[in-house]
Protein backbone atom coordinates (compact mmCIF):
# COMPACT_ATOMS: atom_id res chain seq x y z
CA UNK A 1 0.00 0.00 0.00
CA UNK A 2 1.21 3.41 -0.97
CA UNK A 3 0.91 6.28 1.77
CA UNK A 4 -0.59 9.43 0.22
CA UNK A 5 -1.62 12.84 1.27
CA UNK A 6 -4.48 12.70 -2.02
CA UNK A 7 -7.64 10.89 -1.95
CA UNK A 8 -10.09 10.21 -4.96
CA UNK A 9 -14.23 10.20 -4.36
CA UNK A 10 -16.68 9.30 -6.36
CA UNK A 11 -20.26 10.56 -6.39
CA UNK A 12 -22.73 8.55 -7.86
CA UNK A 13 -26.23 10.03 -8.74
CA UNK A 14 -29.37 8.80 -10.20
CA UNK A 15 -32.51 10.69 -11.82
CA UNK A 16 -35.80 8.99 -12.21
CA UNK A 17 -39.16 10.37 -12.49
CA UNK A 18 -41.14 10.08 -9.63
CA UNK A 19 -45.24 9.57 -10.49
CA UNK A 20 -46.68 9.89 -7.16
CA UNK A 21 -46.51 8.58 -3.49
CA UNK A 22 -44.56 9.70 -0.39
CA UNK A 23 -41.21 8.88 1.03
CA UNK A 24 -40.78 6.80 3.61
CA UNK A 25 -38.69 6.44 6.24
CA UNK A 26 -37.65 2.61 6.60
CA UNK A 27 -34.47 2.87 8.81
CA UNK A 28 -35.49 5.47 11.71
CA UNK A 29 -31.98 4.43 12.90
CA UNK A 30 -30.24 6.08 10.22
CA UNK A 31 -32.95 8.74 8.73
CA UNK A 32 -35.10 10.98 10.61
CA UNK A 33 -37.00 11.96 7.69
CA UNK A 34 -37.77 12.21 3.71
CA UNK A 35 -39.33 14.77 1.41
CA UNK A 36 -39.84 15.68 -1.88
CA UNK A 37 -38.79 19.21 -3.55
CA UNK A 38 -39.29 21.12 -6.28
CA UNK A 39 -36.24 21.47 -8.20
CA UNK A 40 -36.82 24.90 -8.23
CA UNK A 41 -37.47 25.47 -4.89
CA UNK A 42 -34.99 23.54 -2.56
CA UNK A 43 -34.03 23.78 0.97
CA UNK A 44 -30.65 24.93 1.62
CA UNK A 45 -27.91 24.66 2.41
CA UNK A 46 -27.69 21.89 0.48
CA UNK A 47 -25.04 18.90 0.77
CA UNK A 48 -21.94 19.59 -1.30
CA UNK A 49 -22.62 16.18 -3.75
CA UNK A 50 -26.35 17.11 -4.10
CA UNK A 51 -25.17 20.61 -5.22
CA UNK A 52 -22.69 19.07 -7.85
CA UNK A 53 -25.69 16.48 -9.04
CA UNK A 54 -27.47 19.56 -9.40
CA UNK A 55 -25.16 20.93 -11.38
CA UNK A 56 -24.76 17.67 -13.30
CA UNK A 57 -28.89 17.01 -14.51
CA UNK A 58 -28.88 21.04 -15.31
CA UNK A 59 -25.85 21.52 -17.38
CA UNK A 60 -26.54 18.10 -19.10
CA UNK A 61 -23.17 16.52 -18.02
CA UNK A 62 -21.66 13.30 -17.21
CA UNK A 63 -18.94 14.47 -14.37
CA UNK A 64 -16.89 17.41 -13.23
CA UNK A 65 -13.70 17.81 -11.96
CA UNK A 66 -13.26 19.46 -8.87
CA UNK A 67 -10.85 20.62 -5.92
Do not use: R
Request: charged share 25%; glycine share 2%; aromatic share 12%.
Amino acid sequence: MVESDSFHNVHINVTAEWKNGKPKVLEPEKCDSWDWYDINNLPSPLFKNVALSLKNYQSGKNCFDIE
